[in-house]
């Protein structure tokens, strides 16, 4: 099991890739929402803003319920994040649910 703060550099890594994509594809995948992602085994919530095609903010502190919502084990999280577990078969595996509208869920899906 992943530790929180390993989570939270995985969220941080995850935030400084997006930072790094350009043109079309960050024209493309820009959206403002609020964001969540609980963490059940670790018991915590992180929570932050998608803006501009990137997430900042991202805290533990208590926060309003956010427009997208993930639910994601510690370990799948730094697995996600890293490369090594694809979202689409997490996602369709039921290893990472995903609460929010249809269209955020597509460009959601292809930020990460």
Do not use: Y
């Not at 400084?16 to 594809?25: F, S, Y």
């Amino acid at each position: 099991m992943a530790t929180d703060k390993e989570c939270r550099a995985a969220l941080e890594r995850l935030a400084a890739r997006l930072a790094t994509v350009d043109g079309d594809e960050h024209r493309h995948n820009t959206f403002d929402r609020s964001m969540s992602c609980l963490v059940p085994d670790l018991n915590v919530t992180f929570s932050g803003a998608l803006s501009d095609g990137q997430i900042t903010g991202i805290t533990t502190e208590p926060a309003p319920k956010a427009q997208v919502r993930l639910t994601v084990g510690s370990d799948d999280l730094v697995a996600l994040t890293d490369g090594h577990l694809d979202f689409g078969r997490a996602w369709l595996s039921g290893r990472v649910k995903v609460e929010a509208s249809v269209r955020d869920l597509l460009k959601l899906r292809s930020m990460l």
